[in-house]
């Protein structure tokens, strides 16, 4: 398999994605009565998963079958300003900004779908029957969530959610087509590891709002110095594994890639806003510390799936590793519970934990 890289087309790609994901994780700053309600949890799951879902839709085509040619590049300046679309339309009050939300994720979806039409007419054999698949059954998903437009209330929702749900399937169903297309490993690990960069930029964001929330007192220097640690831990870990410890060359569908890298998103996008909260003291003790150590858990379980699958065999990390790392957070979170902590104290077991986890993974 000839080697792929990046187009310079791609990374201004990811560029309309930073907004998105940092409206995304805004939602988690809204606090009530000492708690993220259940209302922004949800609604930050149901806009965060669009989002991911529309950049995989595109980087795992371009994975495949991209060329940096001129028709290739018309569709992704296509898809560009309809996500610039569904960024703008992203929003607490969901309701008011359905219309131009819809219009811009099913545009992009929709582009997508119809490069894999065009594409099957180019190709041969395995390749030509995967580009058939996804060109014919992303449709499903992408006609199911269109009828929402026709409803309103939760009916609206739960429609256009089955369509996403349906087009999430999608790639799971057609495995045995996938197996036969394999996927570019090294390009796909490359660009999900860019998407990553622009999650910690989130962390990064939340220790600029510590340092400017106290006018640039010891301790929010103190607290932003520890939080920048913590970031340098996550980084650590899992750029030295991508970099150094995964079999790029191994030939695969690269579903644990792609499904596995939602759920690492997710927790980093909630790390991200548990620094900012954590320093503000906006949360209630007890669900601040159920939501940080929640969304560590959360990190740590994902990366080390994915990590399982695509590292080398005798650098694959051992059962107990994992065990003693997830003792290390329970013990910690236990303590925490029955003997109340400041804070910086907590955001500086968090940093002490990352550099564990990047110790010992990496």
Not at 40 to 54: C, E, G, N, R
Not at 170 to 197: C, D, M, N, Q, S
Not at 255 to 274: R, V
Not at 315 to 324: D, E, F, G, Y
């Amino acid at each position: 398999m000839h080697e792929k890289k990046v187009t310079w087309l791609e990374l201004f790609y990811d560029l309309l994605f930073v907004a998105a994901i940092s409206k995304a994780t805004h939602i988690l700053l809204h606090t009530e009565h000492g708690t993220i309600s259940f209302e922004h949890l949800s609604k930050f799951i149901l806009i965060f998963i669009p989002i991911w879902w529309a950049w995989v839709g595109q980087s795992v085509y371009n994975n495949r079958y991209g060329r940096d040619l001129a028709t290739h590049r018309i569709f992704m300046i296509l898809q560009l300003f309809f996500v610039l679309i569904m960024t703008a339309s992203l929003n607490v009050d969901f309701d008011s900004y359905y219309v131009p939300f819809f219009v811009g994720y099913i545009g992009s979806r929709a582009l997508t779908a119809i490069q894999y039409l065009l594409t099957q007419n180019k190709e041969k054999a395995n390749r030509k029957e995967t580009a058939r698949f996804f060109g014919t059954y992303f449709w499903l998903g992408i006609l199911l969530s269109s009828f929402s437009l026709f409803f309103d209330s939760w009916i609206r929702y739960a429609i256009l959610y089955a369509g996403i749900a349906v087009d999430i399937l999608v790639p799971l169903i057609g495995r045995k087509h996938l197996v036969k297309t394999p996927i570019h490993t090294a390009h796909l690990l490359e660009r999900f590891a860019l998407f990553t960069l622009i999650l910690l930029g989130e962390s990064v964001v939340s220790m600029l709002s510590v340092l400017q929330s106290d006018e640039m007192t010891g301790s929010s220097v103190l607290f932003a110095a520890m939080a920048f640690v913590l970031v340098i831990g996550i980084w650590w870990q899992y750029f030295e594994n991508v970099e150094k410890k995964l079999d790029k060359s191994k030939k695969t569908a690269g579903q644990t890639i792609i499904y596995g890298h939602l759920f690492i998103y997710l927790s980093l996008s909630m790390i991200a806003a548990s620094i900012q909260l954590l320093y503000l003291n906006q949360l209630e003790y007890t669900f601040m510390l159920i939501f940080l150590f929640g969304s560590v858990l959360l990190y740590l379980w994902s990366v080390m799936f994915v990590l399982h699958a695509y590292r080398f065999k005798h650098l694959q990390p051992r059962v107990k590793t994992v065990i003693l790392l997830t003792g290390v957070l329970a013990a910690l979170f236990l303590l925490n519970l029955f003997m109340v902590a400041s804070p910086h104290v907590i955001l500086g077991e968090m940093m002490i934990f990352f550099i564990l986890f990047a110790r010992t993974t990496a």
